[in-house]
Structure formats: C-alpha cells, structure tokens
C-alpha cells in the first residue's frame, strides 16, 4: 500500500511515503490547500486536517454579515470551479466592469448573448450555485423555499444603504422580480476575479 486518497469536507486528502516518514497534501480541485507529515500515514493525515480546519476556522471569522467569505476564498473558489462557459465568464466580466458593479439581468443577457434576461437569471443562479458549493454560502430562500443563488455572487445594493435594518431576503423578494433590478457584486467577487484577470 502506497499512496491514498480520502475526501475531507470540500478537500481532497492525498498521502503516501516520503523519504522514510508519511506526507499528505490537501486539494481543492488542483489547489494545493495544506500539507502535512508524521511518521505514520493516520498522523500524516491528521496533521494536514488539522491546518485544514485551522484555514476553515479563519475562514468563517472573516465572514461578511451576509456569510460571504473573503476574496481569497472567492478566488480559491473560481480556480476549484474549474473552466467556466462563455458565458458565465462573458457576465461575470460584465458584472465586473459595469459602473458601481451593478447590471440588470437584461444587461447580463446581452452580454452573455442569451435570448432574454429570465435566461440570464437562470444562468447566474446556477453559476452562484456552483460558487455557493465551494465557499459554503447558505443563500436566503423565497417564500417556496426556493433558494437565490445569485446571492453568492452579488446582493441587493438597496440593503445597506436605504434599508439598514432590512435582511437581505426582504430587500430582494422586493426588488427580484423586476427584470430592470440591479444587483451589485459583492467586494469579494469584485477582488478575487480582478486577482484572476477579468
């Protein structure tokens, strides 16, 4: 038995023999997260989860008021994602570089090249789904339970500012349904894909 691999959470732990002791490296997709060594595979593996849980435990006490992570984990995220459409890279560029980083689901579609901005929503929320996956964001649900998974991305830019003590769910069951509504990326998102080059 030489090498081995074992999931851990959103990780995937690799060990095997180094040198005369045990290593063991953790990956998000092809990101190297953490490494750790020890004379014995099971302590090799413990010492790397141990970092892992470390980086997790950093993680959450930089979470925003909403849950959103900070950029790095943003950009560890979009790397873990792997390869994106056309268009979901053609909106996230959009959404980047529009002013105040804030678009409409139509201009998202036009820029996307999709039929109409219902299209472009359904295309951004599952994007934000598959973003939500990697950072461990809980998005708010609508009133049918359904959940808005743009909110990974982006969020209502009314919420802080002209309704301070609104959550994030009633300011957009307010505003979502308007295909003119403006959603704003969040900061995070802004920096991690400036620091990917978009």
Known sequence: MTFATEKYGRYDI???????????????????AAQG????????VTNVKTRLDGLDAVELSERDQDGAPSAKVYEEAFLAIGEL???YRAMLAAHLHAPDHLISATKLAEAAGYANWSAANLHYGLLGAKVAEEIGFAPPSRSDGSKIWTCAIARDP?????????????????????????????????????????
């Open 158 to 198: 009314n919420l802080d500012l002209e309704f301070p003590d609104t959550s994030m769910l009633e300011a957009l069951e307010r505003n979502i349904g308007n295909q003119h509504f403006e959603w704003q990326m969040r900061p995070q998102v802004v920096a991690a894909l400036r620091a990917l080059g978009y």
């Open 14 to 32: 690799k060990s095997g023999p180094l040198k005369g002791a045990w290593a063991a490296n953790a990956f998000r997709g092809k990101t190297l």
């Open 37 to 44: 060594s020890g004379s014995s595979r099971d302590e090799a």
């Open 85 to 87: 459409n056309d268009g």
